[in-house]
Each structure stands twice: as C-alpha cells, then as structure tokens.
C-alpha cells in the first residue's frame, strides 16, 4: 500500500510509511492524526476531501501549515507568540 503525503516543498509524494501528522488544506492546519476535532470534522465530506498528510511535523511546518490549537496546543501558543512578533 502507497499514502500520498504532502511535501515540505507543498507538492505531494507517494510513500510506503502512512504520515505522522494530518492537515486541512483550507486553513493550512495541521495536527494529529487522532486529534477529536479533526476526527469531528471529518464526518464532514469537505473536510475530509481537504485533508493533506505529513511525514513528520518539519515537513508541515515548511509546507506553511501551523499547528492545531487542540491537538498540538504547546506548538500553537509558540506559532501564535512568534507570529504576533
């Protein structure tokens, strides 16, 4: 089985290992891939037609995404304080 994760570089790539971390397209967020919020909105047809995968979190990162307020909340209150900079 092949998983098409999304690159550091944005462009996506097929690889044999599922990714470490999930994303949503349209807000650019990334986060974990059991993350309750994500998981809620994947009920969702659009949600998860939007959904975009990472190999590791250096990769979405790069790729320009920032991380879950819910899942990833240490990661967000730096992203946040960095950005309000």
């Known amino acids: 089985m092949t998983y098409t994760l999304l690159g550091a570089d944005g462009r996506t790539f097929e690889s044999k290992e599922p990714g470490e971390f999930g994303g949503w397209r349209p807000g650019k967020i990334y986060g974990r891939l ?30 320009g995404y920032r991380p879950c307020f819910f899942c990833l909340r240490e990661q967000y209150v730096a992203w946040k304080a960095a950005s309000a900079s």
């Open 34 to 63: 059991d993350c309750p919020n994500a998981l809620k909105y994947l009920e969702d047809e659009k949600y998860a037609k939007s959904r975009v995968f990472f190999a590791d979190e250096a990769s979405a990162v790069s790729a």
